[in-house]
């Protein structure tokens, strides 16, 4: 086995394990592979599919699609056991330095798994373990009496933990125990946007509503319940008014039939646009008046970051981690989780009048660049694997 970086200045040999999502998780754990490999690192990055964020990227980075062998016993395929088994085996090869979990499961199960093996096999050459919470990981999958005890277990085994904001850092904290005195405090490195790839150039080409009348608002998600996207087609109606005026719909999911059927129901198929999943977000995100977030619950708010990066401004609930990335009254409006009428308000004002509109897009761009962008971010997490490696061995 190739034995650990000892340059501390030096590359980094980094396993990155994640979903392959659309969502803020699988988007964040790619960009930042990407972005590591580009400024001269190893980086491994191991999921049971390609991520499209890394699937559409000429990068440096080594992909890993490890998926496990149906087999009668298992009720689903065991990807989590392939992946373990995957990360076990370059540890082997060539060494790794760096284990980074995004999600704490099953991902951080994983990583706990294949550097347990790596310290029988020589303690001194075993990876460290960095475990990156997104949200759910925390909020519903492993809050949840099933999974609470080994999600407890994980975070309280990394060798460094994060979150990717205040608000969940704190939620994570109260729900497991977490002691920053007798356990790994969790650190804050928020989400990051590449400032170039999305920029308020990137709207040069024709909007999907171009040929319509009016103001076009843009939502971005998953389509889950937690998204809230019927509700966002009632705020629409209510903020326009039958006034001219568009809402397109990216993504897609379990709430988009429902949603639907409320255009249908409202009026509104010549003013809503459904187009689906798709990467060209920046061309998406750029021409748009306002982008609008709805979310109940939002650890952080990664689509509306990538918003304000193309310079467009937001109107959001004020959900979770959301107002650590919009600020109200600057780079978009923020409203209460249950006000329909207030976030019809906000809506209306910034849709329908283009000047105020226009300044806190300004606003949303400088503050993307100033607090946000990938390299900053990026910088953050490479002190943190430096921080780690330089402490020493832990004893088994």
Known sequence: MTSPSTNPDGPLRIGVICHPTYGGSGVVASELALSLAEVGHEVHLFSHEVPPRLARSPGRVLMHRAQGVPYPLFHSTPHDLAITSAILDVHR??????????????????AYLARSAARADDPARAPRMVTTLHGTDITLVGNDPSYAPLTQFVIRSSDAVTAVS??????????????????CAVEVIHNFVDTEWFSPNAGASRHPCSLRTGPTAVHVSNFRPVKRTPWLVRAFAKAVGGRAANLVLVGDGPDQPACRELVRELGLNDRVTFLGERDALPELLAPACVFVLTSSSESFGLSALEAMSCGTPVVATRAGGVAEVVEHGVSGLLSDIDDLDGFAANLSALLF?????????????????ERFARERIVERYVALYRCVLARPVPVS
């Open 93 to 110: 090869a060539s060494g790794l330095d760096i284990l980074h979990a995004h999600y704490a499961l099953p991902h951080a199960v994983s």
């Open 166 to 183: 205040h608000w969940l850092a704190g939620e994570t904290a109260e729900k497991f125990g977490l002691s920053a005195r007798t356990h």
């Open 353 to 369: 009048d283009r000047d105020r509109a226009r300044t806190m897009g300004e606003n949303a761009r400088r503050q993307a660049v």
